[in-house]
């Protein structure tokens, strides 16, 4: 099946401490990116990725980290630097607009800092 | 730059009755218009989408939205709610200027649809 993978669904961070959620697809897609979801917020873009080896800023990238060395894969890192990263981490990813436009999310990764 | 604004942040329904779920949105450019719906604790799925054409737009489970460019809406409609309707709904706009910018998604607050028996 084609699709978006992120692992883990449940992560539990200590204070002080770097973690790394995964985002793995297998739709061939271009584009990658991840949102931060706070209740009554929606959902805002922390960086997205439309190239290998290339990535750009969102909305609130300060804090975390990206990397994207694979087509398939863009993992997230939330650093120390996060002052509140409890939240829900949802990954997409997206085609060329010839592809169609919508984007495809994952089943999301909820992180809570103890 | 975009924004979205979802007008009702909680609409409670009784099953059966019609609803409507406001979204406007504000572009310097043109731009494509989606409708996401999220059930609790899972990723968002595709509900419909306006790319370009008939201004009405319709999903497979009896919701529609109109793209209204005049008044810079995209207000999702339902005639007949059901229970399993109950979910948050996302209204969404991305640059339909290519380049860079394609599937970058800006989204509203979100609308938690509540269908009661």
């Known amino acids: 099946d084609g699709g978006i993978t992120q692992s883990p669904k449940y992560l539990f961070r200590k204070e002080g401490q770097n973690v790394t959620l995964s985002c793995e697809q297998n739709?061939?897609?271009?584009?990658m990116y991840w949102y931060r979801q706070d209740p009554g917020q929606g959902l805002r873009l922390i960086y997205y990725?439309?190239?290998?080896?290339?990535?750009q800023k969102g909305d609130i990238a300060e804090g975390y980290s990206v990397s994207r060395e694979k087509k398939e894969s863009f993992p997230l890192t939330v650093t120390s630097a996060q002052k509140n990263p409890t939240a829900f981490y949802l990954c997409?990813?997206?085609?060329?607009?010839?592809?169609?436009?919508?984007?495809?999310f994952g089943q999301g990764t909820r992180l809570t800092v103890v | 730059a975009q924004s979205v604004t979802q007008l009702d942040s909680q609409v409670p329904v009784f099953e059966e009755a019609p609803v409507e779920l406001r979204c406007n949105y504000s572009?310097?450019?043109?731009?494509?218009l989606f409708w996401y719906v999220q059930y609790p604790n899972q990723g968002l799925q595709l509900l419909l989408k306006?790319?370009?054409?008939?201004?009405l737009v319709e999903s497979i489970n009896g919701f529609e939205a109109e793209f209204n460019k005049s008044q810079t809406s995209f207000h999702l409609r339902k005639p007949s709610v059901h229970i399993s309707d109950t979910a948050e709904y996302f209204c969404?706009?991305?640059?339909?200027?290519?380049?860079?910018?394609?599937?970058?998604?800006?989204f509203g607050q979100g609308t938690i649809l509540t269908v009661h028996p």
């Open positions: 997409a990813s997206s085609g060329r607009p010839r592809e169609g436009t919508e984007a495809f």
């Open positions: 739709l061939n897609h271009d584009a």
């Open positions: 990725s439309q190239i290998v080896n290339d990535f």
């Open positions: 572009s310097s450019v043109s731009v494509y």
């Open positions: 306006y790319l370009s054409g008939s201004t």
């Open positions: 969404a706009v991305s640059s339909n200027a290519g380049g860079t910018s394609y599937g970058k998604l800006t």
